[in-house]
């Protein structure tokens, strides 16, 4: 009878990593399909970088074809959008996607006035940097950013900052210590005689 016991126990916690994984997957889609609702930009035809710093972090967005001009200009416009939206404590969106019990979420939606969040464009795409003095906020920030790239599976990753640890996992496969995309200045997007419009045409 203990043998049986034993066996089933074993068979049962055998179970239980591929259990995890379909849930994982079964999350991921569903996020992934919320995501379509609300980024304007394809999941998969882009990258999402995650990385910590000391007194918050930066969240990157590229085109995975920096010469894909069409999604480079709606990750661009997102995150213009979503830096407005989010530096009055309005994290709708994000909730729309992951839900709202979803980790850091509460303490960044109640932090208005308390955070900074500066949008860079990038070679490829664009960039949120979050700096904070409030280190409770600083640490649901980092829960944030690893809740996004759990949700995000293989369209997202966790970045490397120099002097803070990660728990996060790099899902993309790609080298975290990659030297990252050049930081653009505003005037680099549009030379003098180019049509910002052209490219929709």
């Known amino acids: 009878m203990r043998k049986q016991m034993l066996i089933l126990l074993i068979g049962a916690i055998g179970s239980l990593p591929a259990a995890a994984m379909a849930a994982d997957a079964q999350r991921q889609a569903q996020v992934a399909a919320r995501g379509a609702e609300v980024m304007p930009f394809s999941l998969r035809a882009t990258s999402h970088i995650f990385t910590r710093s000391a007194d918050g ?7 995975r074809d920096a010469q894909d001009a069409a999604q480079v200009r709606r990750v661009r416009a997102h995150l213009q959008a979503i830096q407005t939206q989010f530096s009055r404590g309005d994290f709708s969106a994000p909730r729309q996607i992951h839900g709202s019990t979803m ?3 509460a303490q960044l939606q109640a932090a ?3 955070i900074t969040i500066q949008y860079q464009p990038v070679e490829g795409g664009a960039e949120l940097i979050y700096r904070s003095a409030n280190t409770p906020l600083v640490a649901a920030l980092h829960d944030w950013f690893d809740a996004q790239v759990a949700d995000h599976g293989s ?8 002097g803070v640890e990660h728990q996060g996992v790099n899902h993309a496969g790609a080298n975290p210590h990659d030297t990252p995309p050049t930081r653009l200045h505003p005037h680099d997007l549009h030379p ?4 910002p419009q052209e490219a929709d045409r």
């Open 192 to 195: 003098p005689g180019s049509d």
């Open 112 to 114: 208005a006035g308390q």
């Open 155 to 162: 369209d997202a990753m966790a970045g490397h900052q120099a």
């Open 103 to 105: 980790p850091g979420l």
């Open 57 to 63: 972090g930066v969240q990157r967005v590229v085109a």
